[in-house]
């Protein structure tokens, strides 16, 4: 075989594979844009986060880690949960202390043991140190 024909080959080859490449990477990227979901798709929609309805910042958006830069999201300033493009918290996080306040008093009002308003306690602990009953 003569040493044009080989380079031939060898383009051919090498054309195909990158193609391919993205090919792939345009399917991945069409999937996770008609399902709303993945690391993949684009979001042409205005994101809201999905925890507290605060919308995603439109103009100019400073991502907080690597993952906001390379996948796209951002840190939600009323909730401060990291969302992805899509407005869903991303897994493994920690609730920030705001919603573990808030899910305990969601707790105490499903039981039905709602606590007496605060006035009200301080009212009754001054009542008690007036009559020297306090601990």
């Known amino acids: ?7 031939t ?28 979901r993945g690391n993949w798709g684009w979001n042409f929609k205005q994101a809201i986060c999905t925890q507290c309805g605060t919308p995603m910042p439109m103009m100019f958006r400073k991502p907080t880690s690597w993952r906001q830069a390379m996948w796209g999201g951002w840190t939600c ?19 920030p202390a705001k919603w573990n306040v808030l899910r ?9 043991q709602r606590p007496p308003p605060r006035d009200e306690r301080i009212r009754e602990m001054n009542d008690q140190t007036q009559r020297g009953d306090a601990p």
């Open 104 to 112: 305990a008093v969601e707790e105490v009002e499903k039981k039905g």
């Open 77 to 95: 300033a009323e909730c401060g949960f990291e969302l992805d493009k899509w407005g869903r918290p991303i897994e493994g996080q920690d609730a």
């Open 1 to 7: 075989m003569s040493a044009d024909l080989m380079g």
């Open 9 to 36: 080959i060898a383009a051919i080859a090498f054309s195909v594979l990158i193609f391919g490449l993205i090919a792939v990477g345009a399917g991945f990227v069409i999937r996770d844009s008609i399902r709303r």
